[in-house]
């Protein structure tokens, strides 16, 4: 099961959202958490050179994948 979020652009908008509600009692420190934690380990591989390597089969992801998601740590 991957935890990661969807996006980066998804993780930022969750924390502006949360930010601009002043309304809002509770943030969701847990899945900022789980972004930050995908975020880092999409850093870790990419200094590793596996970024581009889905990490269960080995095979290449696609740029299309990694672009609606950065922090995709599969293929498909």
Do not use: C, K
């Not at 969807?6 to 958490?33: F, G």
């Not at 269960?56 to 990694?66: C, F, H, M």
């Amino acid at each position: 099961m991957n935890d990661s979020p969807d996006s980066i652009d998804e993780a930022a908008e969750s924390i502006v959202t949360a930010e601009a509600s002043p309304d809002r009692s509770q943030v969701d420190l847990d899945r900022i958490e789980r972004d930050l934690a995908g975020v880092e380990f999409a850093l870790e591989r990419l200094d590793a050179g596996t970024y581009w390597t889905d990490e269960i089969t080995g095979e290449s992801i696609a740029d299309d994948v990694l672009i609606a998601n950065p922090v995709a740590r599969r293929a498909h």
